[in-house]
């Protein structure tokens, strides 16, 4: 079994320029992956929300149902203004781990480096 075998490489800094310019584009690739993996995760947290929410409020509904009938006089006017003066709740957003997405920015910027240093 032969122990090496050795091969001559035309312009190795062009290469080697070539091949790091690669990764770069293949850490960028992966750290837009991570992204969109993050924001699928996202998209399922707030769907179950909506159907929990949607489940709800068709149990309201459907106790609405059984409430007595009552004649609406000049109180409707009250309960429009206390409407308007509340303000939906707001759901905050799920943190986010950044983790991995920092530690690509890291190689990046470190691979920049050996390409300038070339």
Do not use: F, W
Request: contains cysteine; charged residues 40%.
């Amino acid at each position: 079994m032969p122990e090496g075998m050795h091969v001559a490489i035309q312009e190795p800094l062009s290469c080697r320029k070539e091949i790091l310019e690669t990764t770069i584009e293949v850490i960028r690739n992966l750290k837009k992956y991570e992204k969109l993996v993050q924001i699928k995760k996202e998209k399922l947290i707030y769907q179950s929300r909506l159907r929990k929410n949607v489940k709800e409020l068709k149990t309201a509904i459907g106790q609405l149902d059984y409430l007595p009938k009552v004649k609406v006089q000049e109180k409707k006017e009250k309960t429009l203004k206390k409407q308007e003066v509340s303000k939906p709740k707001k759901h905050k957003a799920p943190a986010k781990p950044k983790k991995k997405v920092n530690k690509l920015d890291h190689d990046i910027a470190a691979l920049k480096a050996r390409i300038r240093s070339l």
